[in-house]
């Protein structure tokens, strides 16, 4: 008897696997969705906010773009529509942008080499639909060998604001590069790369150097075989910031160890971790106090199918946010519930499909408390 359930639990979940595949094997491609917003009033209850619809062509690429708004008298009016167009090959080549009475007032062209590279962007301003000025805000050059050799990009006032350069070797291999900004907003930035290679031409090396305000920032990458990142280093003026491992099974990377704390993160905790700690000593009480000594730890448990269930994120043995997930029977994420036991905060965002697992209904709430609702209704392509 427990065989013949064993039996019969394993087949179900093999046509189960089987028609989740066949469902995402022949979904079918959209040509248009449509996204309603609502938001609570004062009264709590859920009003109609804003509108937008998108339009797609057969390369699966934005052609129509549209956007409304609730007015003073409640009705829902055209704020922008922009439209787009691709050549043959489906490269993008050109937006037209209206405003909410339809007329023209700004306009993107982009121009394409022989070597498949954008070359040139133009950002033509209209006065009432009429044409009032052309703006180069990119450009792409090529040296005598046909290798990229400077892009440049420009304000719409003609002002280069950001340029990069790229040198080569003897074997007409990348050896060395530079990149510099110029942002109004925050300082002036020069990052320079040089690359090492065997003699087969594989990179095996990389240091980029970041200079902002006088301060240096480095890192050192080194890779293996078919140009994997395997090991990486960071620092800052001079000194070790973190040292990262990968480990590869089969090509793919399998695990991110950091050495220093000898902690085993995702790849994407591996990039955001950084960002995490100082937005988190900025904000706690307790890390201020204890800023040299304090011990940072994110748990994170899996289900079979590799999915977060749950992420745990604690400051010496004090839990301070807890977040799970739960999944539909084709691994679409349904529930996401954030506690954040520090500020007393609860958040949930639940989300539902359509038949062609495309996400239909979105709802946010805070403190159980529904505070935003997102529908979407999706027109599909007929399959040919």
């Given amino acids: 008897m427990h065989k013949e359930k064993s039996t019969f639990f394993i087949l179900t979940l093999l046509l189960s696997i089987c028609f989740s595949f066949s469902t995402n094997a022949q979904k079918l491609q959209i040509k248009s969705i449509s996204h309603q917003q609502l938001l609570a009033n004062d009264a709590g209850e859920m009003t109609l ?51 909410g009475e339809g007329i023209l007032h700004a306009e993107l062209k982009i121009y394409w080499d022989e070597y498949n590279n954008k070359s040139k962007v133009e950002q033509i301003k209209y006065d009432d639909g009429q044409q009032t000025s052309v703006a180069i805000t990119y450009l792409l050059e090529y040296n005598s060998e046909g290798q990229k050799e400077q892009e440049k990009f420009f304000d719409t006032d003609g002002t280069q604001i950001k340029g990069k350069t790229w040198f080569y070797n003897s074997q007409k291999e990348i050896s060395k590069s530079l990149l510099w900004i110029d942002n109004y907003k925050e300082p002036r930035k020069e990052i320079h790369t040089t690359y090492k ?7 095996t090396q990389s240091v980029t150097t970041e200079k902002v305000n006088g301060k240096e920032f480095r890192r050192d990458i080194r890779y293996f075989s078919k140009n994997y990142v395997i090991e990486w280093k960071t620092f800052i003026e001079g000194k070790l910031e973190s040292h990262f491992f990968n480990e590869y099974r089969d090509s793919v990377i399998i695990r991110t160890t950091r050495q220093n704390k000898r902690e085993v993160l995702t790849l994407e905790e591996a990039a955001k971790e950084k960002e995490r700690i100082e937005k988190r000593t900025s904000k706690s009480p307790l890390a201020k106090k204890n800023k040299d000594t304090d011990i940072f730890v994110t748990n994170t448990e899996y289900d079979a ?8 994120q604690s400051i010496n043995d004090k839990v301070l946010t807890v977040i799970q997930y739960s999944y539909d029977d084709y691994g679409n994420q349904t529930k996401l519930l954030k506690v954040d036991k520090e500020n007393e905060v609860k958040e949930e965002t639940l989300k539902e499909y359509d038949d062609w697992g495309n996400l239909s209904r979105q709802i946010y709430k805070k403190n159980d408390k529904m505070i935003k609702e997102d529908r979407y209704t999706y027109e599909y392509f007929p399959r040919d």
């Fill in 49 to 99: 906010a804003a509108q937008a619809k998108k339009e797609f062509n057969l390369f699966n690429k934005l052609s129509l773009l549209e956007e409304y708004k609730v007015n003073k008298e409640d009705k829902m009016e055209l704020t922008l529509q922009e439209k787009l167009s691709y050549d043959p090959k489906g490269r993008h080549q050109n937006t037209l942008k209206y405003n």
């Fill in 197 to 203: 290679r065997n003699n087969d031409g594989d990179l």
């Fill in 305 to 312: 199918y590799g999915n977060i269930l749950v992420t745990t």
